[in-house]
């Protein structure tokens, strides 16, 4: 018997837009207090995932319940609960900071010294409180990131949802933003949910889950997935690679692949079965790399394919 | 057996000291911002009044000496100045309405009102936000076009302006809601200046505004019949006839055989609760907010 209260707890969702399927039966849990990614490529569906999630849009079928309210009956219950930081921005560029976090409070009902005190608060810790005069038109990229996730924050949400938060921003902002993130969770014990296809930005989170093409393929903590995969990554490049592959899967006992054209199989040791490689096919390899795991290779792992194909692609929301 | 969700996560509100907006105050802050943003693009100011002003200017020269509205027996003619220019204040009510919903298209999927549909609120009152912000920009638009008038001979009371003010608010109300049912729908801005062409304008084209409600005879051709019947029925009639009956009390609003005052309050009233009430239908019915 499952008795952990889930933040978020979806079950059998399935979203369509026209014939085409963007969600295929989803279900998944994520724990209170965790930092949890949902890795995909552009058009895998967690676009789709996160605006069901905001309230924005309608189920159409299977359950979910935020932070133990249901949706879409107690959409309202759910949206006093959660705080959204989208990816295009939602600040009012003629408005300054100030301003912009008034507006945000009045939609909430935040006033008074709540108000002052929250804003007070937000402004000193995301490093804003000499900005609150400027117009948001003004502020850089990183800055107008952090007026975001104030706007946020100001109703003290437990539950943060993010999508694509770093995109535009550069890696000192970057930074800043997944600190000011940890100190959410750690601090504030606030789940923090968010959409990325960066790889080495999921790795940051507690929990990733990967989608491809609507379809929940992986979820666990980044090491353990890194770990799936059963070793080291080789990937060769050369001419004929159907019949390479078939040679070396032969040769050494192991299950090679081709993708993209290359040749590609874990192994434990990856150093010793490159060198015995080389040895046995140098006429046939153009090149050979050696890699330790990487969630791309759980990617790759999962799907058959590379994180970034024309499959993915075409179906961009 | 798999327990509930709802059943496990204690409901931590007080500590969190959530609260609930009044739909009435956000939609007040709303409305703000709608001014505020106005305030702050002096451009906007120069495209819903300049073009009405400029037409109403270049039209009334032109037309000057083609235009006669012969007015009963005292003999005094009207200029085409005088005609159009209540026509010409709706147009300017026209435009500040659609300027100001315009920006819905892009605001709803990649700007500031994306964080109001996710906030705990009834989807009426970030209408009526949007739409009393944009209503009161037109009143105060058309009541500065309205100084014009003081080269015209009309002659203006307090409790006269009072009913102008009230008439150019509901006109502007309806005319929003117009726009903003419209506006919600639309994929582009490109699809709303579409409309514009050929709904918007000859909405307003229809009323009265540029030329007078055609009298009907026995030699009356089918389009003249036609053109009647939508004159007859375009709400926007009852406004700008309200308006002429307003401004110029005496001998052209007999010329032009206008409805009854009474009935122009009342169809422009009914038109506006409707627009609106199609407006809140359009936005809360709706879950097109996603891609």
């Known amino acids: 018997m499952n008795t952990t209260p889930s933040a978020i707890d979806i079950r059998d969702l399935t979203h369509r837009y026209g014939l085409r399927v963007a969600l295929a039966d989803l279900t998944l849990q994520i724990e209170p207090g965790e930092m949890f990614a949902i890795l995909g490529p552009n058009g895998c569906g967690k676009t789709t995932l996160f605006r069901l999630l905001s309230t924005l849009m309608r189920l159409q079928s299977g359950s979910v319940y935020v932070l133990g309210k249901q949706l879409p009956q107690q959409s309202d219950e759910v949206r006093r609960r959660i705080g959204v930081v989208f990816q295009s921005p939602s600040l009012d560029r003629k408005l300054t900071v100030g301003e912009n976090l008034r507006f945000q409070a009045a939609l909430y009902g935040i006033r008074g010294r709540a108000l002052v005190q929250r804003q007070q608060e937000l402004l000193d810790h995301l490093g804003l409180a000499d900005r609150i005069h400027e117009r948001t038109e003004h502020l850089s990229g990183g800055l107008r990131r952090r007026v975001e996730l104030a706007k946020g924050m100001l109703h003290r949400p437990s539950l943060l949802l993010l999508d694509e938060p770093s995109t535009g921003l550069d890696p000192g902002a970057r930074t800043d933003l997944w600190r000011y993130l940890e100190w959410l969770r750690d601090e504030h014990q606030v789940t923090v949910v968010l959409t990325t296809h960066l790889l080495d930005e999921a790795e940051r989170a507690d929990r990733i889950a990967i989608f491809s093409q609507g379809r929940l393929v992986a979820l666990d903590h980044p090491e353990a997935l890194k770990a799936s995969i059963g070793g080291d990554s080789i990937t060769i490049r050369g001419q004929d690679p159907a019949t390479l592959r078939q ?24 150093a010793q079965i490159l060198a015995r490689v080389m040895e046995a096919f140098s006429d046939r390899i153009q090149s050979i790399t050696l890699g330790r ?17 024309h499959g993915e692609d075409d179906a961009a929301t | 057996m798999m327990q509930r ?78 005609y159009y220019f209540p026509g010409t204040l709706v147009l300017i009510l026209l435009f500040t309405a659609i300027f100001s919903t315009i920006s819905l298209i892009e605001d709803r999927r990649e700007g500031f009102l994306q964080s109001v549909l996710v906030a705990p609120l009834p989807r009426w ?33 307090f409790w006269k302006l009072m009913q102008i003010a009230a008439l150019m608010l509901l006109a502007s109300l309806g005319l929003t809601s117009l726009g903003f049912a419209i506006a919600w729908r639309m994929e582009s801005t490109q699809g709303f200046h579409a409309i514009m062409t050929v709904f918007l304008m000859p909405l307003w084209l229809l009323s009265g505004a540029f030329f007078p409600v055609p009298s009907l005879s026995a030699d009356s051709t089918w389009l003249q019949i036609g053109l009647y019947g939508i004159m007859q029925v375009n709400p926007l009639t009852y406004t700008v006839a309200g308006m002429h009956q307003l401004l110029y009390d005496g001998p052209l609003s007999s010329a032009l055989d206008l409805p009854p005052m009474v009935f122009c309050w009342l169809v422009t009233i009914v038109a506006t609760v409707l627009m609106f009430s199609i407006a809140c239908w359009t936005a809360t019915g709706s879950s097109r907010a996603g891609p």
């Open chain 1, 247 to 270: 040679a070396i899967a032969d040769r050494f006992q192991v299950t090679a692949k081709v993708i993209d054209g290359h040749v590609r199989f874990e192994h434990p040791d990856g």
């Open chain 1, 293 to 309: 795991p990487s969630l791309e290779d759980v990617f790759i792992d999962k799907t058959g394919h590379r994180f970034w194909s």
């Open chain 2, 5 to 82: 969700p709802e059943d496990t996560i204690p409901d931590r509100g007080e500590s969190h000291g959530w609260t609930t907006a009044c739909p009435w105050r956000a939609s007040i802050t709303l409305a703000w911002r709608e001014i505020l943003r106005f305030l702050r693009q002096g451009s906007r100011v120069v495209g819903a009044i300049g073009q009405p002003v400029i037409f109403w200017i270049f039209f009334s020269a032109g037309f000057d000496r083609n235009f006669r509205l012969e007015a009963g027996s005292e003999g005094q003619g009207a200029s085409f100045a005088e």
């Open chain 2, 125 to 157: 009152s970030m209408v009526l936000g949007k739409i009393a912000g944009g209503a009161v920009l037109a009143v105060i638009q058309g009541g500065l076009f309205l100084l014009l008038a003081l080269t015209l001979p009309v002659e203006f009371t």
